[in-house]
C-alpha cells in the first residue's frame, strides 16, 4: 500500500437510498472513465448482491437487512494512489435507535473512531417542516400553544441531524472550538430527482440552505470550509417499480443511470465523485 487506507462511513436513516448508491457505486467502480476505480477484487460483495441483482432485473431493491458487514473495496484514485475503501453497511434503523437510546454500541464506536471522512445522507423530499413565526401569524401560534397540541412536541428533522453528528463528533473526541478538520464531511442530497421545485443549475448546498437554514448555519459554522462539500445524488436517474421492470434497465443495464449534482451544480454521471471527494479532503 502507498498511502495508508482511508475508512468512509456513511451516515443515514431509512429510505434514504443508501441500498441503490452501494450497488451503483459498485457498478461505477468498475468501469474505467471514474475517479475511482477497482484496482483488485473485493473479498465480498455480499451486501451489494441483493441490490444488483434487483437492478439488472429493472426493478427496485429492498432495504438493507438489520445485520452489519463491512465490505473492503481497494480502489485508485487518480494519480496511482491506491486506497482501501472500508464501506460499513447497515440498516437505517440503527440511527433512529441511536438518537432514542442516546448510546453506540461498541461496533458503532469503533466505525467512528477509525472513520477518516463521513458521507451524510439526506433526503429532502422526506424533511419535516414546522411552522413557525416567519411563516405564520403570531397569534395563531400562540392559540395553538395554549391547546393539547402543545404538549404533542416532536425535534424537527433538523435538530435530530445536528444532535446526531454532535453525538458522532463527542465520540470520536473530536471538539468544535475550533473548526472541524477531520473527520471530513460531505453531505449527500439523495433523490435529487423527486426533490420538487428544483431549477436546472441549483447548487446543492444553496439547496440546503433554503430548505435546511439551521442544519446548514451548523455545517457551515463547525467545519472548516474546505473540509465540508454538498452534493445532489440520483442513484437511479429516475423511480423504479419494485415488480414491473424498467425497459431501459433491462435494455442497457443499471450502469448507464445515475448521476451526481457537483457543488458547483453541474451533473454528472460519475457517481464515484462524492466519495472521491470525501478521501480528498480526508487526505
Not at 424498467?246 to 450502469?255: K, S, T, V
Request: charged share 25%.
Amino acid at each position: 500500500m502507498t498511502n495508508k487506507a482511508k475508512s468512509v462511513l456513511l451516515i443515514g436513516g431509512s429510505a434514504v437510498g443508501k441500498t441503490h448508491y452501494g450497488g451503483q457505486l459498485l457498478c461505477r467502480l468498475q468501469q474505467r472513465d471514474c475517479r475511482l476505480r477497482m484496482r483488485g477484487a473485493a473479498e465480498s460483495l455480499a451486501p451489494f448482491e441483493e441490490v444488483l441483482h434487483c437492478l439488472c432485473k429493472g426493478i427496485t431493491a429492498g432495504h438493507t437487512s438489520a445485520s452489519y458487514q463491512s465490505v473492503i473495496l481497494p480502489v485508485e484514485l487518480a494519480g496511482d494512489r491506491e486506497v482501501d475503501l472500508i464501506w460499513p453497511d447497515y440498516s437505517g434503523e440503527q440511527i433512529k435507535e441511536i438518537l432514542e437510546q442516546r448510546r453506540l454500541s461498541l461496533s458503532w464506536r469503533q466505525r467512528l473512531l477509525e472513520s477518516d471522512g463521513w458521507i451524510f445522507f439526506i433526503r429532502l423530499d422526506q424533511i419535516r417542516s414546522y411552522e413557525d413565526i416567519l411563516s405564520r401569524p403570531t397569534r395563531d401560534l400562540q392559540a395553538r400553544s395554549s391547546s393539547a397540541e402543545a404538549t404533542d412536541f416532536h425535534w424537527s428533522d433538523q435538530a435530530k441531524f445536528i444532535e446526531l453528528l454532535q453525538f458522532f463528533l463527542f465520540a470520536k473526541g473530536v471538539g468544535t472550538a475550533m473548526r472541524v478538520h477531520l473527520p471530513a464531511l460531505c453531505i449527500v442530497l439523495s433523490c435529487w430527482d423527486e426533490i420538487s421545485s428544483v431549477k436546472e443549475g441549483t447548487q446543492p448546498h444553496e439547496l440546503m440552505k433554503d430548505r435546511m437554514p439551521l442544519f446548514s448555519d451548523y455545517i457551515s459554522s463547525n467545519w472548516i470550509s474546505g473540509q465540508c462539500c454538498v452534493f445532489g445524488l440520483s442513484s437511479l436517474g429516475k423511480r423504479l417499480d419494485k415488480e414491473k421492470p424498467d425497459e431501459g434497465y433491462l435494455a442497457r443495464g443499471p450502469e448507464e443511470f445515475g448521476y451526481v449534482i457537483q457543488p458547483d451544480g453541474t451533473p454528472s454521471t460519475d457517481l464515484t465523485l462524492p466519495v472521491f471527494k470525501t478521501i480528498d479532503m480526508a487526505s
